[in-house]
């Protein structure tokens, strides 16, 4: 366990309360390029139409992310590449099974 976790650890367990103690305790989300977060969503959408029809939705958002300048296929292929990892790395270097239960 990380000094900075235990810390705020015993923040709390000392009763201090405040968005500063509890958001050193929560996980970080991945802050990503936007363009790159469209991509994977579209990477998903492209993996979703490989198995079965796509639904409205699936294909208003794909004719969106088409329009789209910034979506290149490099990205998309990225994406595919990142939704096909069977694992992803940890802080450690570790090997930690991927979560493939994304909404789109």
Not at 31 to 58: E, F, G, Q, S, T
Request: proline share 6%.
């Amino acid at each position: 366990m990380s000094a900075n976790h235990t810390s705020a650890m015993t923040r709390l367990k000392a009763g201090e309360t405040g968005p500063a103690s509890l958001t050193s305790v929560m996980p970080q989300r991945e802050k990503l390029d936007p363009h790159w977060h469209r991509a994977r969503v579209a990477a998903r959408i492209l993996l979703k139409a490989r198995k079965r029809p796509l639904n409205a939705r699936d294909k208003r958002l794909a004719r969106l992310f088409s329009k789209d300048k910034g979506i290149t296929n490099r990205l998309v292929e990225q994406g595919i590449a990142y939704w096909q990892a069977p694992y992803r790395t940890g802080h450690g270097g570790e090997k930690l099974p991927r979560v493939c239960h994304v909404l789109v």
